[in-house]
Nanobody, 115 residues
Framework: QVHLVESGGGLVQAGGSLRLSCAASGSDSGFSQMGWYRQVPGKPREWVASISRGGYPTYADSVKDRFTISRDNAKNTVYLQMSSLKPEDTAVYYC?????????WGEGTLVTVSS
């Protein structure tokens, strides 16, 4: 059973930084893609960034040049370093990974950016 646990959310002022972490378990062979989504109440979940097993990252245009995704394959952990945060980045951030044709999600961590 795949299990994802996020940490690192919180309250930060606009222009500040936060680092999210997500530890994955349940696979002896690790995970191919890992990534982050976010959701604001009343809106669809939005893709933020993802990274391949080999470390190739992709980003949504809204966070490009401000967020950096990285991973540690030995720890099955993915990170999201968020800088130059804006109030519109306020959301619940969810860790994501596809495994054996099933998508898995963490429970989410709240990021609040005050203006």
């Amino acid at each position: 059973q795949v299990h994802l646990v996020e940490s690192g959310g919180g309250l930060v002022q606009a222009g500040g930084s936060l680092r999210l972490s997500c530890a994955a378990s349940g696979s002896d062979s690790g995970f191919s893609q890992m990534g982050w989504y976010r959701q604001v109440p009343g809106k669809p979940r939005e893709w933020v960034a993802s990274i391949s097993r080999g470390g190739y990252p992709t980003y949504a245009d809204s966070v490009k040049d401000r967020f950096t995704i990285s991973r540690d394959n030995a720890k099955n952990t993915v990170y999201l370093q968020m800088s130059s945060l804006k109030p519109e980045d306020t959301a619940v951030y969810y860790c994501w990974t596809p495994y054996n044709f099933i998508e898995y999600w963490g429970e989410g961590t709240l990021v609040t950016v005050s203006s």
